[in-house]
């Protein structure tokens, strides 16, 4: 198993300020990806971060609004910038592991925006 | 294409019972996987099933995948309260790394 941890646990912010949200890997890996969580819905990929590399970014994600840098193989920050009300989700980071390429994930990021 | 799509979204049972949640997929894959999440929190990993496999057993937990059907199946035998949260699966494509979930069954086990 991979351990995955996740900084902050959860945040209150307003209107039009950003927030990062910063992720940690017990060992090296070569991909990590961010996922958001709309209230009551399902995982959805906001982009794959690859170090050394600009991260690959999904449709309806774009990185001046969701930055992420990747300075090692052990962790990865994504920021959520200029927030509204609609950026309000859970966001976890995960990472591949193992030779069946198990998916893990973090705690999550909780963020309410008002 | 959305991957992944569970059903019930939605199943309520009472504790000792069986709960079975179904997974239907789009396109090929190498392995499928299944996660439960409590109330907000994140995600945990349950089982891996491999493209060829046809089932697998983990404690209470019973999957199964039929990939002629693209289909899954997570059985958990004996339910207690602490089951209650929700269940992914999850589908990597074949070649790919792009993970795709489903919308996820809600499952309440009532004491």
């Known amino acids: 198993s991979a351990v995955i941890s996740q900084k902050p646990s959860r945040d209150i912010c307003q209107r039009g300020t950003s927030l990062t949200i910063q992720c940690q890997v017990d060992s090296q890996v070569t991909m990590m990806f961010w996922y958001r969580q709309q209230p009551g819905q399902s995982l959805t990929l906001i982009a794959t971060a690859n170090q050394g590399s600009e991260a690959t970014y999904e449709s309806g994600f774009v990185i001046d609004k969701f930055p992420i840098s990747r300075p090692n193989l052990t962790f990865s920050t994504l920021t959520v910038s200029n927030m509204s009300p609609e950026d309000s989700s859970i966001y976890l980071c995960?990472?591949?592991?193992?030779?069946?390429?198990?998916?893990?994930f973090g705690p999550g990021t909780r963020l309410l925006v008002l | 294409s959305q991957q992944g799509e569970e059903d019930p979204q939605a199943l309520s049972i009472q504790e000792g019972e069986n709960a079975t949640m179904n997974c239907s997929y789009k396109?090929?894959?190498?392995?499928l996987q299944w996660y439960r999440q409590n109330s907000g929190r994140g995600l945990v990993h349950l089982i891996l099933?491999?493209?060829?496999?046809r089932e697998k057993h983990s404690g209470r937990l019973r999957v199964t995948l039929d990939t002629s059907k693209k289909s899954s199946s997570l059985l958990i035998t004996a339910s207690r309260a602490a089951d209650t949260a929700s269940y992914f699966c999850?589908?990597?494509?074949?070649?790919?790394?792009?993970?795709?979930f489903g919308a996820g069954t809600r499952l309440f086990v009532k004491a």
């Open positions: 999850a589908t990597p494509p074949t070649g790919g790394f792009k993970t795709i």
């Open positions: 396109t090929s894959i190498n392995n």
């Open positions: 099933i491999r493209s060829n496999e």
């Open positions: 995960s990472v591949l592991r193992g030779v069946q390429e198990t998916q893990y």
